[in-house]
């Protein structure tokens, strides 16, 4: 078996469930160790990650990704059991297998080429792998990246394993992120019995205006690389139940993602705004889960772009659609940073699979960019 694909398959087999980690960095770190990286497990709370590096001094490139995966579902809907990888039609099946378990292994199997054709390398290279990306991702790489800070160690580039492709390998490139900003409102009314209203005060009825109001607010009208930013409305939740009350409380779950064009704290401004305007009797919880970064240009871009142009002879497409990533917690650093994986048509759904053949090409991918940042 193609030794990427066997890595791959090695790293399915063990069931890594957020935020487990199943020795899947374990395999790792021996197969970098004996390439000459020096690798520090680091755990914070319950979350095992690691920091791994190749190399005394220049510029520093790492690899970042994460071990831990969604849960499968229910097994019996799987056509394969989820952590037993199985080929067919050229396809590979499996919890992991596109997000991000073949990003990881084709990383590994870069590194080893690369080191085996260049052992006395100028530059570094580095490893930053948690298990705690598809969870809340409190103990993974924003810690490590805290480590990596105290320790005085500046990223130069960050090549993030994330399932960027759209209909094939290499086609597009995530070059940034919309930020992500959350909150709960809770609308405060008077409970009260349903045929006397006037003893009662609905907070439903008060606050529709005010979210037809927060829903249809421009809030930006975005840039050449951010589309505008959006507000969504995920969950609504009141009353007891009965169909005789008038509820006391209203609950409403929102989320912004956001360009580069407004920050966090004048879209929380902005929507207090709002909600005072039509006088309610609320309180909000906000949570930033990661703030806008882009990398529009520089040297990382550009060994992608001619890494994928060279490999696959396709002019790849800078985007920064799509949810967060990790990449959120190392872009403050000053780092540029791109995400570079397999095509993402079945992350996080039953039968995700991977094209087998892409898993060796995402090799020769990441190898063409090192060989571009760290010879050149």
């Not at 990596?148 to 160690?153: A, C, I, M, Y």
């Amino acid at each position: 078996m193609e030794r990427t694909l066997e890595l791959t398959c090695d790293l399915i087999r063990r069931p890594s469930v957020t935020p487990e980690d199943a020795g899947c960095q374990e395999l790792m770190m021996a197969r970098l160790g004996a390439i000459g990286f020096s690798c520090t497990p680091l755990q914070f709370g319950a979350v095992k990650n690691f920091w791994a590096v190749r190399g005394d001094s220049g510029p520093l490139l790492v690899f970042a990704g994460h071990t831990d995966v969604v849960p499968t579902g229910p097994e019996a809907a799987w056509d394969s059991p989820p952590f037993s990888p199985e080929l067919r039609d050229g396809l590979l099946y499996g919890r992991g297998a596109a997000d991000m378990k073949g990003s990881l292994a084709a990383m590994v199997i870069a590194c080893e080429d690369f080191v085996a054709a260049h052992p006395d390398h100028p530059g570094r290279i580095g490893f930053l792998i948690t298990a705690d990306e598809e969870g809340p991702a409190h103990d993974g790489t924003i810690k490590v990246v805290e480590y990596l800070q105290q320790r005085g160690e500046h990223i130069d580039w960050c090549l993030v394993g994330e399932p960027s492709s759209s209909g094939q390998l290499g086609d597009v490139v995530k070059n940034g992120r919309r930020g992500s900003l959350g909150a709960v409102l809770t609308v405060r009314g008077v409970q009260g019995h349903i045929a006397y209203p006037q003893l009662a005060d609905n907070p439903i009825h008060r606050a529709l205006p005010a979210l037809h109001a927060l829903s249809c607010q421009v809030w930006d009208q975005g840039n050449a690389f951010f589309p505008a930013t959006s507000l969504q409305i995920s969950n609504i939740n009141s009353g007891t139940g009965a169909t005789n009350v008038i509820p006391g409380e209203l609950t409403v779950l929102f989320n912004f993602r956001f360009s580069t064009e407004v920050t966090a704290a004048e879209l929380r401004r902005r929507t207090e705004a709002i909600l005072d305007a039509h006088k309610l009797d609320y309180a909000i919880d906000w949570q930033l889960s990661g703030e806008p970064f882009l990398t529009a240009s520089g040297d990382l871009v550009s060994a992608a772009v001619e890494s994928i142009r060279d490999c696959t002879g396709l002019t790849t497409e800078l985007s920064t659609a799509g949810g967060t990533s990790d990449g959120r917690f190392i872009a403050p650093t000053g780092a540029q940073v791109l995400e570079l994986g397999p095509v993402n048509a079945t992350i996080h759904k039953r039968n995700e699979c991977v094209c087998a053949a892409d898993l060796p090409r995402l090799a020769d991918l990441y190898r063409g960019i090192l060989q571009r940042l760290l010879l050149q």
